[in-house]
């Protein structure tokens, strides 16, 4: 159509995004943010390794009921994701929880997003022999990384600006990301031959806010042990950042890794969903956990 995805999305919206959070990123706050090894060392094995082998063994179960095996698919790239840092935030801030070492958090988090989620994606997906593995980092070297650094060189030059006037770098991030969701879901419902069923969409959404629910759970009851040596703050930081997916970094990621694929808006559709869940349970939640904070603090 008219906005040209070909060129607009995969060269241009991108790498708008990944430039858009080069400026806004504080790389000068990185030295405090090293502190917390502990709370990034649970975040990070939780994210990296629980997560996606728990959606796997679960998928095995699935794979025998007549759930759409490409919402199933889309299930366990929901698993491979990095966490957000926007909704962990904004949750914790809430809270009342440990929000300094987000900075690190957020840092890594496009390391793991441009390197660790695409093998996390071909080692639980399977796909290593239709996926160009070269080009996939080649691209998102390009699309993530250059912006990325180019963002920050030009921070270095426009600082006090930038910090005078504020610039609304998350409504921009996310005008460009609806364009991408947008442009994304075209292409495949232009398709005739897309079956999608009410069933499995209604277990799917069943299913992603239970595995919410069980995370969040898991990780109260890990963090909160005897012997964790975590405190109330570091318990209500883990319980968002390790639950919690990524649409800004999952959807362009999804868009490179299966460029061409025929049913990518269905693989994406438990990512989408998985997104409004987390923020809706987490803000549900918010009363309960800091009461809980509070009197655990006292």
Known sequence: GPLKPEITITYIAVSAIFFNSGLSLKTEELTSALMHVKLHLFVQIFTLVFFPTAIW?????????????WLLKGLQTVGCMP???????????????????????????????IVITPLLLLLFLG???????????????????????????????????????????????SC???????????????NPN????????????????????????????FSTRNNSSFTPADTVAIIFCSTHKSLTLGIP???????????????????????????LLGSL??????????????
Not at 101 to 106: I, Q, R, S
Not at 131 to 155: A, E, K, N
Not at 286 to 296: E, H
């Open 194 to 221: 897309i079956d999608l069923d009410k069933f499995s969409l209604i277990i799917i959404v069943f299913i992603i806010f239970s595995v919410q629910m069980s995370f969040m759970f898991l990780t109260f009851l």
């Open 57 to 69: 063994l679960f998928l095995q179960l699935l794979s025998i009921t007549p759930i759409n095996e």
């Open 253 to 279: 990621m999804l868009k490179i890794v299966f460029e061409g694929y025929e049913h990518l808006s269905l693989i994406s559709v438990p990512l989408l969903i998985y997104h409004p869940a987390q923020i």
């Open 176 to 190: 460009v990301l609806l364009m991408i969701i947008y442009t994304t879901f075209c292409d495949t419902f232009a």
């Open 83 to 113: 966490p957000p840092v926007s909704s962990a935030v904004i949750l914790t801030k809430a809270v009342g929880g440990n929000e300094i070492f987000f900075f690190f958090f957020f840092f890594f988090n496009f390391f793991q997003g």
């Open 127 to 173: 796909s290593s022999s239709s996926v160009p593995f070269t080009s996939i980092f080649s691209q998102l070297f390009m699309t993530v990384v250059v912006p990325l650094i180019i963002g920050q060189i030009v921070r270095r030059y426009i600082k006090d600006w930038l910090e005078r006037k504020k610039p609304p770098f998350g409504a921009i991030s």
């Open 285 to 298: 939640l918010v009363p309960t956990i800091k009461s809980w904070m509070v009197s655990r603090q006292k």
